[in-house]
């Protein structure tokens, strides 16, 4: 006999202590047929294994720089929760990721997420597992892994965290910003899909003074819960900026709108010796950040450094270029609109002119 067998029991078990290995792999087995949809060249493999597998070779690529990203989002996931709508988190988790690849010039090829909860719900999981494939497919990459962790006692009831790592690449020489970048070039917004994953611990406060509730109608959102409305997910820019990239459209920086907003992102991607000159003016502002304003009574300087008032993109463009950049980009269903010009640093990397329509 042997030592194991002789071992005490005193009944327990891991499934007693909370962690439930079966669903954990009820939840595997749920998910293959999103993450088989995934698939592209250089990622073929199953989940699964120990790991994930990418061929940059059969992607394509002779001699890349591999740039890599991971980010959450947020209290976001707060609003999921509490209304129990988990279908396009996923794809928030993605936006996030992605988006931060192809403002470095770089094509995104796989995608790994880590979900961690109390208590494994498979039909939970699988519903933000979904959105995170769905996310994937429109960003182009290969979900090609994950981590589930359940973890009782570190999350209660329904709450479950998530986090995302991406990994892209450019041919060496392509990366983004380019060095020929300088004072005249203009500024091209993409439209955002409304507050994206920023800011969220705010949103929730001026929720709370509003004294509304996730399902009473969202005051400025016709036909649609207050809850639906924030949760609307990030856009993901990945395709038409490859595209525009490719096409040699003169694109020589990008910026990412993110927590911070204009006043902390832009000047992420500007040398030293430049600054944006912005129209606040020329900026169709979506009309959740005007009820987020007036509700919390936030000055439109808070505005502009907490959220993306509109913009989820900006692009520095040769001025030659930045019309047919508006045109190509509105053929692939973006909203774009010219809304400033690179300067000369003064004072500040970022200034305004004008007022944003709240």
């Not at 962690?19 to 998910?31: H, M, R, S, T």
Request: glycine share 14%; charged share 20%; proline share 5%.
């Amino acid at each position: 006999m042997s030592d194991a067998q002789n071992l005490p029991s005193n009944g327990l078990s891991y499934k007693q202590a909370g962690v439930d290995i079966d669903a954990g792999n009820a939840l595997v087995d749920a998910i293959k047929p999103a993450v088989r949809s995934t698939r592209r060249p250089g990622a073929d493999g199953e989940i699964g294994g120990f790991g994930g597998l990418f061929d940059l070779r059969a992607a394509g690529f002779r001699d890349p720089v591999l740039v890599a990203a991971n980010d959450g989002v947020g209290t976001k996931l707060r609003i999921a929760i509490e209304t129990g709508r988990h279908e396009t988190i996923g794809q928030d988790l993605v936006a996030m990721c992605v988006n931060d690849l192809i403002v470095q010039g770089a094509e995104p090829l796989f995608f790994l997420d880590y979900f961690a909860t109390g208590k494994l719900d498979v039909a939970q999981g699988k519903a933000i597992v979904e959105g995170i494939a769905h996310g994937c497919r429109l960003a182009g990459c290969a979900l090609i892994g994950g981590e589930t962790a359940e973890m009782p006692g570190m999350y209660h009831g329904g709450d479950y965290d998530l986090a995302g790592f991406a990994v892209g690449a450019a041919e060496r020489g392509t990366l983004l910003p380019r060095p020929d970048i300088a004072a005249g070039d203009a500024l091209v917004a993409i439209a955002s899909s409304g507050i994206h994953s920023n800011g969220y611990s705010l949103v929730r406060r001026i929720v709370e003074l509003s004294g509304l509730g996730w399902e009473a109608p969202a005051p400025f959102a016709a036909d649609q819960s207050l809850g639906e409305a924030l949760l609307e997910p990030t856009r993901i820019y990945v395709q038409p900026l490859l595209e525009a990239l490719r096409a040699g459209l003169g694109i020589k920086a990008l910026a990412h709108i993110t927590g911070g907003g204009f006043i902390d992102n832009i000047p992420r991607v500007l040398p030293d010796n430049l600054a944006a000159d912005i129209d606040l003016g020329a900026i169709a502002v979506p009309t959740v950040f005007g009820w987020l304003a007036r509700t919390g009574g936030l000055s439109e300087r808070e505005m502009l450094r907490t959220f993306n008032c509109g913009v989820g993109m900006l692009v520095a463009v040769a001025p030659e270029d930045a019309e047919k950049l508006v045109d190509r980009l509105a053929d692939a269903g973006e909203k774009a609109a010219i809304v400033g010009v690179l300067t000369e640093r003064g004072d500040e990397p970022v200034s305004f002119r004008g007022r944003l329509a709240l």
